[in-house]
C-alpha cells in the first residue's frame, strides 16, 4: 500500500493502474463503518484508494475543523489490512493552493440543499460537492462508494453526477450501527458516558417510529410527536420525513419514506445525525 500526499504523484500512480477502481472518499478517524466501505469496494474492485482530508470547505463557522480527529497512522494500519492499494492523504495548501476561500465551487441546487442539515449549515454542501468532484477527477475511479448515515449527502452526491455527467458509479452502503445501534460516526469519540447513553435516544426514537408504521400509523406529525419525546433529552435541530427518490417532505409514509434526525446531546453539544427507512 502507497501513502501519498501530494496530487503529482498520485497522478503518476493513476497512469500505473489496470483494472477497475474504487474510492472511498474519507475525512479520516475510521471506524467500522468506513470498514465496510472499504471492504465493498476491495471486494469489487482490482484496486482500492482511499482518500483521507479533513476538507476545510465544508466546515462551517463555529464547527469543529481545528478539533476533527485526526488519526492517519491508525487510518493506515485499517486500510493496509482491508487491502487498500492507495491512500491519498494531501495537506490543504495541495488540495486547495494558498487561498481557499478563493475557489471555484460545485454548489448544488437549492431545493437539495437548503433543508435539514444544509438549512442550518450553510455552505456546507458547496464544500462536500468540490471535494468530491475533484477526487473523483484526480482517481479517475469507476466507483464511489458513500455511506447512507448521511443521506442527504449522498442523495445530493448523486444527483451531482448525474446532471454533470460524471463517468463514475455511486454505490451506498448501509449504516453500520453499534451493538447498542448507535449509528457509527467519527464524532462518536467526542462523547462521555453520559453523552452516548443520550445519544442512544435518536436511534431509539427512529426504531419506535418504525414500529409505529408497522401498527398503521402513517400520519408523520403524530410520529414526530411521539419522536421528540423520546428525544426530549436532546437538543433536536430537525426530525423530518422525506421521499427517498427527491427528498422531498412528505407528510403521510409509504414506501419510499426516509425519516432523519439531527441533534445534539446536551452536554458536548456534538452534533449526531441518523436516518432509517420506515416501510419494510
Not at 468532484?133 to 482517481?139: C, D, S, Y
Not at 408504521?213 to 410520529?223: F, N, Q, S, Y
Amino acid at each position: 500500500m502507497k501513502i501519498i500526499d501530494n496530487i503529482k504523484e498520485l497522478k503518476e500512480e493513476i497512469k500505473k493502474l489496470s483494472g477497475s477502481v474504487g474510492l472511498v472518499p474519507t475525512m479520516g478517524a475510521l471506524h467500522n463503518g468506513h470498514l465496510s466501505l472499504i471492504k465493498k469496494s476491495v471486494e469489487e474492485n482490482d484496486k482500492t484508494i482511499v482518500s483521507i482530508f479533513v476538507n476545510p470547505i465544508q466546515f462551517c463557522a463555529g464547527e469543529d475543523l481545528d478539533k476533527y480527529p485526526r488519526t492517519l497512522e491508525k487510518d493506515a494500519q485499517l486500510c493496509e489490512n482491508a487491502g487498500v492499494d492507495i491512500i491519498f492523504a494531501p495537506k490543504v495548501s495541495e488540495m486547495y493552493g494558498q487561498d481557499k476561500n478563493n475557489l471555484t465551487l460545485i454548489c448544488p441546487p437549492y431545493d437539495a440543499v437548503d433543508k435539514l442539515c444544509g438549512k442550518s449549515r450553510q455552505g456546507h454542501f458547496d464544500g462536500v460537492c468540490s471535494v468530491v468532484a475533484k477526487l473523483f477527477n484526480l482517481t479517475k475511479a469507476n466507483r464511489a462508494y458513500f455511506g447512507q448515515k448521511d443521506a442527504q449527502q449522498l442523495f445530493i452526491i448523486q444527483k451531482m453526477v448525474k446532471d454533470l455527467d460524471f463517468d463514475i458509479e455511486i454505490i451506498p452502503c448501509p449504516i453500520v450501527r453499534e451493538e447498542d445501534n448507535l449509528a457509527l460516526s467519527s464524532r462518536n469519540q467526542y462523547l462521555d458516558e453520559q453523552d452516548r447513553l443520550d445519544a442512544l435516544s435518536i436511534s431509539k426514537a427512529l426504531f419506535e417510529a418504525k414500529k409505529l408504521v408497522k401498527m398503521g400509523v402513517l400520519d408523520t406529525k403524530k410520529i414526530i410527536d411521539n419522536s421528540l419525546e423520546i428525544m426530549k433529552n436532546l437538543d433536536v435541530e430537525y426530525i423530518e420525513f422525506v421521499d427517498m427518490n427527491t427528498f422531498e417532505f412528505t407528510e403521510t409514509v409509504d414506501k419510499n419514506t426516509l425519516a432523519l434526525v439531527a441533534a445534539r446531546v446536551q452536554n458536548s453539544k456534538t452534533r449526531l445525525i441518523d436516518n432509517m427507512v420506515l416501510w419494510d
